[in-house]
């Protein structure tokens, strides 16, 4: 009898001990292990078991392979928080680095649903510079999507790693800037650091011209500050797509005459390479202007590109009125016309259209040139 009650003691003990160890509060790691991560600081030695360890787990992601990596995508989005920092451990001992690149992504995309302050506080424990700037694209592109305003004031106030915070500034604006890019541009202006506020706004100013020209075009003269202004309309004549016509009538209100004679020929040569012909109708529409003197100049060698016939460009020049606007063009029609083989004869003919000005000097250098080449 009393050896059947020790018998019965010893199976309720094992019973009670299988419990115990099975269940899943034990199972779960110590609270305070949850957001911890420290980088590691040797790589991982070589495997000493045949068995390769289990694909979730830190020797698992340091032995992914440019063949098996795609694998890990979805078990990390289903990952507890806890998990991350082992995983993360394991994948930055990982020797391919564009595994590191890709799977960091989807790593502090989970981690930053999760917990974005522990994903910040990991990404700034990376080493790497370039794995940091991947971490961080993954944690700004979750975090924006529902406090952007909270994101740029930590990038913004990030002043103990000048790289790291220029990098996050053009991450957010390429996340965030079609939006609302007048509302970025107010948060660059406060920018203490003057070389990033610069470069705050020549990131806004052509991912918004990328964006949307149209748009940047519509209230191009309200933007400030000036600098940023004449910046946007010295591209925007680029962009395809955008109003010609609309781009020329705003640069004609700038108070400043170089500014106006500058810009507008930038309008003018992008407009003639897209359409000649109704670029040249514009200049005849505002032949009263002499700040345009330079955009005649300039649509003259444009235009004898695009024509094919001297008796066209004299027409050409004809239509345009006497004085600065018809010597710039005709010169410089005559000068290319030289230029491109055409006879001589029908060079000088264009260029008696013109009066004396620096064009016309320029026309005379080159077809001397070339009449003593043969």
Same mark, same amino acid.
């Given at each position: 009898?009393?050896?059947?009650?020790?018998?019965?003691?010893?199976?309720?003990?094992?019973?009670?001990?299988?419990?115990?160890?099975s269940?899943?509060?034990?199972?779960?790691?110590?609270?305070?292990?949850?957001?911890?991560?420290?980088?590691?600081?040797?790589?991982?030695?070589?495997?000493?078991?045949?068995a390769?360890?289990?694909?979730?787990?830190?020797?698992?992601?340091?032995?992914?392979?440019?063949?098996?990596?795609?694998?890990?995508?979805?078990?990390?989005?289903?990952?507890?928080?806890?998990?991350?920092?082992?995983?993360?451990?394991?994948?930055?001992?990982?020797?391919?680095?564009?595994?590191?690149?890709?799977? /960091? &992504? +989807? =790593?502090?995309?989970?981690?930053?649903?999760? %917990?974005?302050?522990?994903?910040?506080? @990991?990404?700034?424990? *990376?080493s790497?510079?370039?794995?940091?700037?991947?971490?961080?694209?993954?944690?700004?592109?979750?975090?924006?999507?529902?406090?952007?305003?909270?994101?740029?004031?930590?990038?913004?106030?990030?002043?103990?790693?000048?790289?790291?915070?220029?990098?996050?500034?053009?991450?957010?604006?390429?996340?965030?800037?079609?939006?609302?890019? /007048? &509302? +970025? =541009?107010?948060?660059?202006?406060?920018?203490? %650091?003057?070389?990033?506020?610069?470069? @705050?706004?020549?990131? *806004?100013?052509?991912?918004?011209?990328?964006?949307?020209?149209?748009?940047?075009?519509?209230?191009?003269?309200?933007?400030?500050?000036?600098?940023?202004?004449?910046?946007?309309?010295?591209?925007?004549?680029?962009?395809?797509?955008?109003?010609?016509?609309?781009?020329?009538?705003?640069?004609?209100?700038?108070?400043?005459?170089?500014?106006?004679?500058? =810009?507008?020929?930038?309008?003018?040569?992008?407009?003639?390479?897209?359409?000649?012909?109704?670029?040249?109708?514009?200049?005849l529409?505002?032949?009263?202007?002499p700040?345009?003197?330079?955009?005649?100049?300039?649509?003259?060698?444009?235009?004898?590109?695009?024509?094919?016939?001297?008796?066209?460009?004299?027409?050409?020049?004809?239509?345009?009125p006497?004085?600065?606007?018809?010597?710039?063009?005709?010169?410089?029609?005559?000068?290319?016309?030289?230029?491109?083989?055409?006879?001589?004869?029908?060079?000088e003919?264009?260029?008696?259209?013109?009066?004396?000005?620096?064009?016309?000097?320029?026309?005379?250098?080159?077809?001397?040139?070339k009449?003593?080449?043969?």
């Amino acid at each position: 009898m009393r050896a059947l009650r020790q018998t019965l003691l010893h199976g309720l003990c094992g019973i009670a001990g299988f419990w115990f160890v099975s269940s899943p509060d034990q199972a779960a790691p110590p609270a305070d292990a949850q957001s911890s991560f420290k980088e590691p600081a040797k790589p991982i030695a070589s495997a000493r078991h045949s068995a390769p360890p289990p694909l979730t787990s830190e020797a698992g992601f340091a032995l992914l392979t440019p063949e098996d990596w795609a694998e890990a995508i979805y078990p990390i989005s289903q990952m507890r928080l806890y998990e991350l920092p082992m995983m993360l451990r394991g994948l930055l001992r990982n020797p391919f680095p564009d595994i590191k690149r890709r799977l /960091l &992504r +989807y =790593l502090f995309e989970r981690w930053a649903v999760l %917990d974005h302050a522990g994903a910040l506080a @990991a990404m700034r424990g *990376i080493s790497s510079p370039q794995h940091k700037e991947s971490a961080m694209r993954a944690i700004l592109g979750i975090w924006t999507k529902s406090d952007a305003d909270a994101a740029w004031q930590y990038i913004t106030a990030m002043d103990d790693d000048s790289v790291l915070q220029e990098a996050g500034i053009e991450i957010l604006l390429g996340l965030n800037l079609g939006a609302d890019p /007048l &509302r +970025y =541009l107010a948060w660059a202006e406060k920018l203490d %650091d003057v070389f990033l506020r610069e470069k @705050a706004r020549v990131a *806004i100013g052509d991912s918004w011209m990328s964006k949307d020209p149209q748009g940047a075009l519509a209230v191009v003269m309200t933007v400030e500050p000036q600098r940023l202004r004449d910046y946007l309309l010295s591209k925007l004549c680029y962009r395809d797509d955008v109003d010609h016509t609309t781009g020329l009538a705003a640069v004609a209100t700038l108070p400043s005459q170089a500014e106006r004679s500058r =810009l507008s020929e930038e309008w003018i040569g992008a407009f003639g390479n897209n359409k000649p012909q109704e670029a040249f109708q514009w200049l005849l529409a505002n032949a009263d202007r002499p700040e345009l003197q330079k955009s005649a100049d300039t649509l003259g060698g444009i235009m004898t590109v695009k024509t094919k016939s001297i008796a066209d460009l004299r027409a050409m020049a004809l239509q345009l009125p006497a004085g600065p606007l018809r010597d710039a063009f005709a010169a410089h029609a005559a000068d290319k016309w030289a230029n491109t083989g055409h006879p001589l004869a029908e060079a000088e003919s264009l260029l008696s259209l013109s009066g004396p000005c620096i064009e016309r000097e320029s026309a005379q250098s080159t077809i001397a040139s070339k009449r003593k080449q043969r």
